[in-house]
């Protein structure tokens, strides 16, 4: 496709979706964690549209995104209890469920895997679209492959401008992280990505415990060590190694993320470094709410290295430490 993407806005945005994605278009939508994009999952042609706009290699399975839990026995089977307690507490929101597939699912979704994963997201818009299509919908992060989630529908455009009918604005995503996947096909049940919902959540609601690899190096299919990546080169260092002396006057060389009132002290009280470095929030949701879319405007700016100050290392700031790993590659 060559055309430009449209930007639906306003009272009829959600039904000008709806009509796109029933005629087999890829559309973004917002979600409460990154923008998704969608195609009716229904449609082998519509799903194999998304592959090639984000150039997605075909090892990565797509989240299936419906619009109500009951919906869960059209695509999984043999559906465990503790889906239904996790979706009537966690959903909608930030919480892919991994189940056993429903046999009549096209491969184009679960590529050969025995397994599905399905989330009901949280944005009104989303839910919306869905209700006015009549069906669900597949939905990647609506970046291209390796690139970072975009998290306004601006830096949706910006990625896949031409590459996809239109984008539905619904505003800066309120997590600005990927939800968290737990796969209850297994004997306990596993995350296999860290994200907004954390282990400790999920294993004080469940009363049983909760796998999580320390760090996401299993097979999973598409769990790839470089990932979610800006264009400029990202180091992550400790506090301590942060450099407290730095000549150059270009601030498109480096760019300092500091959290740290200490660190953001010493950097704005020191001339040269001031213009380098953007404070981060020092809370882990808003540190998170904040990442992709500094990372995307240090993108724009052509920022060329971005040296990110190690955040602590409690468990709510996990799924920020995987992101940042990813991002260093
Ligand atoms: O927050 C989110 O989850 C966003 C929004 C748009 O909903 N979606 C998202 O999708 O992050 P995507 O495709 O960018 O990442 C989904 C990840 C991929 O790494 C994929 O390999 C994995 O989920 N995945 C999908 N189905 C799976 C399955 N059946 N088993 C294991 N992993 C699966
Ligand atoms: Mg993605």
Not at 160 to 168: M, P, S, T
Not at 236 to 250: A, E, H, M, N
Request: with cysteine; glycine share 6%; aromatic share 6%.
């Amino acid at each position: 496709m060559s055309k430009n993407t449209l930007l639906l806005e306003g009272e009829s945005a959600s039904e000008q979706a709806a009509q796109l994605l029933g005629q087999g278009e890829g559309v973004a939508l917002p979600t409460e964690t990154v923008y998704g994009h969608a195609a009716r999952a229904d449609d082998k042609n519509a799903i194999a549209k998304i592959y090639e706009a984000k150039s997605r290699p075909k090892n990565h399975p797509l989240i299936l995104h419906i619009a109500q839990q009951s919906d869960v026995t059209l695509w999984a089977r043999e559906v465990p209890e503790d889906f239904y307690r996790l979706s009537s507490k966690f959903w909608p929101g930030a919480l892919t469920l991994v189940l056993k597939k429903n046999l009549s699912i096209p491969d184009e979704i679960s590529l050969g895997q025995d397994t599905v994963a399905l989330r009901m997201p949280a944005h009104p818009l989303f839910l919306e679209t869905l209700k006015k299509l009549g069906t669900a919908v597949v939905a990647p992060s609506a970046n291209p492959h390796k690139e970072l989630s975009p998290v306004s529908a601006r830096q949706v455009w910006k990625g896949l401008n031409g590459r996809i009918a239109a984008v539905l604005d619904g505003g800066r995503c309120a997590l600005g992280l990927e939800s968290t996947i737990l796969d209850l096909t297994r004997d306990l049940p596993t995350i296999l990505r860290a994200g907004p919902i954390t282990r400790t959540e999920l294993e004080n609601f469940l009363g049983k415990k909760i796998v999580q690899p320390s760090k996401h190096t299993t097979k999973i299919a598409g769990n790839m060590k470089a990932h979610y990546q800006p264009k400029a080169k990202l180091h992550v260092l400790t506090r301590k190694s942060l450099p407290t002396l730095f000549l150059s006057q270009d601030s498109s060389e480096v760019l300092f993320l500091l959290y740290s009132n200490e660190a953001i002290e010493a950097y704005t009280q020191t001339p040269l470094l001031q213009s380098h470095c953007w404070a981060m929030p020092g809370d882990a949701k808003a540190y998170g709410h904040e990442l992709y879319h500094k990372l995307a405007m240090a993108d724009e700016l052509q920022v060329k290295t971005i040296i990110v100050e190690a955040p602590p290392q409690g468990e709510e700031w996990l799924a920020v430490i995987d992101r940042l790993q990813r991002a260093q590659g």
